[in-house]
């Protein structure tokens, strides 16, 4: 099993960025897959996620109404795009996987590698 995040960059306040996860040795249609962040000296947290069966999400307080999540099943990516950044929202974004959907940063299954996201002017 293999996810790979990937499309981070450095983006102005206000600007928007598409990150995506490409995932691989399992089904979008029977695992969960969340977004996740760390901050520099900071915990990491739960962005965003969607569910394997009926695609329903979820989104942090902090970035409900900014963030979009979606799934491309026959390609097995899953994206999120960002919108109106803040510099708050700097930090390594990762994907993750679940079985069950249960979203936490110590109930995911499987990591792929971060992505950098940084929003400075």
């Known amino acids: 099993v293999q996810l790979q995040a990937s499309g981070g960059g450095l983006v102005q306040p206000g600007g928007s960025l598409k990150i995506s996860c490409e995932v691989s040795g399992l089904s979008l249609k029977t695992y969960f897959i969340g977004w996740f962040r760390q901050a520099p000296g900071k915990e990491r947290e739960g962005v965003s996620c969607?569910?394997?069966?009926?695609?329903?999400?979820f989104y942090a307080d902090s970035v409900k109404g900014r963030f979009t999540i979606s799934r491309d099943n026959e390609k097995n990516m899953v994206y999120l795009q960002m919108s109106s950044l803040k510099p708050e929202d700097t930090g390594v974004y990762y994907c993750?996987?679940?079985?069950?959907?249960?979203?936490?940063?110590?109930?995911?299954?499987?990591w792929g590698k971060g992505t950098q996201v940084t929003v400075s002017s």
């Open positions: 969607i569910s394997s069966s009926d695609g329903d999400t």
């Open positions: 993750a996987a679940n079985r069950f959907d249960v979203f936490g940063p110590n109930d995911m299954d499987y």
